[in-house]
């Protein structure tokens, strides 16, 4: 079973700050997914990558499969990214889902 | 309206009752999913599907019920509630493609008193 670590697990940060996200995995993987949960609210997929790097608006994510690591970026942060930033792997072998990070805890005070 | 929906939203039971959640898809994915959500666990899958008429356990199966007779819907039956089946449940959809996007429903808060 893969092993998902993400770090911070809790951040907070002033409006205008870039922010780090950092997911780790033990095991290969077929695809890598950031989820994005606001407090009391659903989940959405912000991105699903295999390779290299996607971008959308200000939001960044990375991925080096080779040391199995994952980074999401978020620039120029707004009060309205606090939220609860969820790193999940697939491995791709099967028909089950996903394992998930424990989620990281992000504020962005004004 | 596309998308996937569950209900009930909100659900307040007791110990030894049945409770059902549903949850329904509109885009006729092949893959269904139940995952719970308690503080300290993140997401943990409860039961997948992989098409109509096949499902599977995943880790934390004990104390649920799935079926899935129609492609678009996949019930969640709790068949004696427990307290620590109190939770957020979280259905969610993917297509055929084994690394697809995931898609989730809103989420059912169930609280068993």
């Known amino acids: 079973k893969n092993e998902v670590e993400q770090s911070p697990q809790n951040l907070t940060a002033q409006e205008g700050e870039f922010i780090t996200i950092n997911c780790s995995y033990s095991v290969g993987i077929s695809a890598l997914h950031w989820l994005q949960q606001h407090p009391g609210g659903g989940i959405v997929s912000l991105f699903m990558l295999s390779s290299g790097k996607k971008k959308h608006g200000r939001l960044i994510a990375t991925i080096n499969i080779q040391e199995k690591h994952s980074s999401l970026h978020i620039t120029a942060s707004h009060p309205r990214d606090s939220a609860v930033y969820i790193c999940?792997?697939?491995?791709?072998?099967?028909?089950?889902?996903?394992?998930f990070g424990k989620g990281t805890h992000l504020i962005i005070q004004p | 309206d596309a998308g996937i929906t569950q209900s009930p939203r909100y659900k307040i039971t007791e110990t030894g009752r049945q409770v059902t959640l549903m949850c329904h898809q509109t885009?006729?994915?092949?893959?269904m999913f139940w995952y719970r959500q308690d503080l300290g666990h993140g997401l943990r899958l409860i039961y997948y599907?992989?098409?109509?008429?096949?499902?599977d356990k995943g880790e934390v199966p004990d104390g649920y019920v799935v079926s899935r007779s129609k492609t678009e819907n996949f019930p969640l039956t709790l068949e004696s509630a427990t307290r620590s089946q109190t939770s957020v449940y979280f259905c969610?959809?993917?297509?055929?493609?084994?690394?697809?996007?995931?898609?989730f429903g809103e989420g059912s808060r169930l609280t068993v008193l």
């Open positions: 969610a959809s993917r297509g055929t493609h084994l690394a697809g996007e995931l898609f």
């Open positions: 885009w006729s994915h092949s893959y």
């Open positions: 999940a792997v697939s491995e791709g072998g099967g028909a089950d889902g996903l394992t």
């Open positions: 599907s992989a098409a109509a008429d096949i499902t």
